[in-house]
């Protein structure tokens, strides 16, 4: 069965920077989309950013967080990571890994009901 396990959350200062990794297991990796969504207290799941796993690279930003955060792919090891920085305590919240089996491109959004798998989550802090 499908597994997602997020790890590299923390806390850290605003400015600062952290990694996030989704070791996934279970699936056919390629061909499917990849994505990370982020839920603050008191607040709705948001996807943050998404990726076409072994195309041409296509992704997809959520507004917020362009420019400053980066998703990436390694094929090698079935892993998502997520590059974030320049992280504001606007960017507080866990962080869930999630596999969309259907998705097709061009990405032009991602709403969380189209992701059928999930992982666990891991904090981001930002003070």
């Known amino acids: 069965h499908v597994q997602l396990v997020e790890s590299g959350g923390g806390s850290v200062q605003a400015g600062g920077s952290l990694r996030l990794s989704c070791a996934s297991s279970?699936?056919?990796?390629?061909?499917?989309?990849m994505a990370w969504f982020r839920q603050a207290p008191g607040k709705e799941r948001e996807g943050v950013a998404t990726?076409?796993?072994?195309?041409?690279?296509?992704?997809f930003y959520a507004d917020s967080v362009k420019g400053r955060f980066a998703i990436s792919q390694d094929n090698a090891n079935n892993t998502l990571h997520l590059q974030m920085n320049v992280l504001t305590p606007e960017d507080t919240g866990t962080y869930y890994c999630?596999?969309?089996?259907?998705?097709?491109?061009?990405?032009?959004?991602?709403?969380?009901?189209?992701?059928?798998?999930w992982g666990h989550g891991t904090q981001v802090t930002v003070s």
């Open positions: 999630a596999v969309d089996l259907l998705c097709t491109l061009p990405l032009n959004g991602m709403d969380a009901p189209d992701y059928m798998y």
């Open positions: 990726a076409y796993i072994g195309g041409r690279g296509d992704t």
């Open positions: 279970g699936w056919r990796y390629i061909s499917n989309c």
